[in-house]
């Protein structure tokens, strides 16, 4: 393994490549595809979190117990594109690099083998990083350290780049305050602008858009008590019985199945995870079926929960409506998250949402809406890795 030095670059033994970013605190890791003239073709280029893949690139997160990653493959790459660079920032808001430089490892992405590392020294204000770039000469792939700074976080970057970044518009005066009626009508939900990335509960209710995520946190605190995941639905076609099966797996920080929780099996993790048992019919208002979470008993090895519905009998998503899954606070039953599916695919099954652990402690929930063909839990298990 060769430990880089600004500037210095080595030829890639592989074409297949993971460049994973580690510091003491969380990170926001992404890749840029560029062109010979330094910049993406379009937005679509920007591989993060929100937009984890491209055309041989992709995002990889580490579940909140490893650092995230970006993953080449240098012969699924479009022609025209020579370069691709890895950049990160610090998730908390300003938090510039000093005192916790990051360390990137650029690894087979087949065997995890480490190739080379790269820790950028003397940091001070930087607030986002271009850690390394994997560039082609003469016909040949290697790996560039840079360490190149921006005090003006991702944004910097990405216009540096090409990537359009939208400024936020300027709030309009605030009305005078209405008299308050006797009954005050529920606030609506707080909702994330497309590619705003994460969110937090200090709002209120959120609802989530597919691949957007929420953090669990609330006045700057994580929230560590007792939820409930409510899933529900309904027939498409009134008059006929709709049967499916919520389950959520649990997953270790490599990824690794550690138990499922379904009809058939209604407790997991030692009580931490249990099920509300079967709906036949999907009939009626309300969750159709519920499981409880306690995230403060989660026990350490668990890092990640997949929140799945199946069809067992074999009848396709495209025949229900209104499918959804919400996230609610067991002590005062008040809905904090809400994913409504808005899409169909005539498939037995489809992962809902995830609740990622994060090395701070605190839980993100991600809604999903990925539709898989499977009419148990245990066909879902191995989709689902790929969605953590």
Known sequence: MTAMTPGSNIPLPTAHVAVDVAAPVRLDVSGLLLTADGKVRSDDDFIFYNQPAGPGVTYRSGGGAAPDAIVVDTSALPPGIEKIVVTASPDADGQSFQGIEPTATVRDAATGGAIATFTPPRLGTETALVVVEIYQRGGVWKVRAVGQGYANGLAGIATDFGVSVEEPAAAPPMPAAPPVPATTPAAPPAAAAPGSGKINLDKGRVSLRKNETVSLVKGGRPLLSQVKMGLGWEPAYRGKDIDLDASVIAYGPNREHLDSCYFGKLSILNGAVKHSGDNLTGEGAGDDEVIVVDLGRIPAEATGLVFTVNSFSGQKFTEVAKAYCRLIDAATDEE??????????????VMMAKLIKQFSGEWEMTG??????????RGMVKPATKVL
Do not use: I, N, Y
Not at 338 to 347: I, M, V
Not at 368 to 376: D, H, N, Q, Y
């Open 368 to 377: 999903l809406g990925e539709f898989v063909k499977s009419r148990t839990v």
């Open 336 to 349: 904090l998250v809400r994913f409504d599916l808005t899409s169909a695919e005539p498939q037995t099954g």
